[in-house]
């Protein structure tokens, strides 16, 4: 005859984050480490922004320093554009060579 065992007790899940171990409270890990990451960070912060057109804007950087080109709509879409960029974890500085 088999042995019989106890059920487990119940024990909650943890909650949702980077492999289930629960909320990320440390990005340090998740920072962009080189300017190709800081880049496309940059690219996806601009992708997120409100009222900003991704497309029209190319991004640079070197040494942690930020360029952005290409044509801003508006005076209110080239803010947003570049305090985007700002936001990014790494980002020393943001040169605006926005048209428009």
Do not use: K, W
């Not at 909320?23 to 480490?33: E, F, G, K, N, Q």
């Not at 497309?55 to 952005?68: A, H, I, K, P």
């Not at 803010?79 to 980002?91: D, H, Q, S």
């Amino acid at each position: 005859m088999p042995e019989q065992c106890e059920p487990r007790p119940y024990v909650e899940p943890p909650e949702a984050g980077v492999g289930g171990e629960g909320p990320i409270v440390d990005l340090t890990d998740l920072a962009p480490t080189t300017d190709a990451e800081m880049a496309e960070a940059v690219h996806a912060a601009l992708v997120l922004a409100p009222d900003v057109d991704a497309d029209n804007f190319r991004v640079d950087v070197e040494n942690g320093v930020v360029s952005l080109s290409g044509r801003a709509r508006s005076s209110e879409e080239r803010r947003r554009a570049i305090e985007a960029a700002r936001y990014v974890r790494g980002v020393r500085r943001v040169i605006d060579r926005l048209a428009g």
